[in-house]
């Protein structure tokens, strides 16, 4: 399956949301509870079975002290 530019910047946005939760040791249940959303949630766009909303990855940024914008500026920077 060949994934168009948009596909790839949302995957390429929630992998790095996904290594940083990995790298505070936390689980999706605990960046779930931080955030205010459910734990299904986070497993479903960490495992590209659904499409995130922005709200959604800047709910998860935002309970990890991260700023989405950066992670954007990241992805954009290596696509």
Not at 46 to 58: L, M, S
Request: charged share 30%; hydrophobic share 45%; net charge positive.
């Amino acid at each position: 399956m060949k994934l168009d530019a948009s596909e790839k910047f949302s995957r390429a946005v929630v992998a790095k949301l996904k290594a940083a939760r990995i790298d505070l040791g936390w689980s999706q249940d605990r960046l779930a509870k931080a955030a205010g959303v459910s734990r299904t949630g986070v497993t479903m766009i960490e495992g590209n079975r659904r499409n995130p909303t922005i709200v959604f990855c800047h709910a998860l940024a935002e309970a990890m002290g991260l700023h989405l914008s950066e992670i954007v500026k990241e992805v954009e920077q290596e696509i």
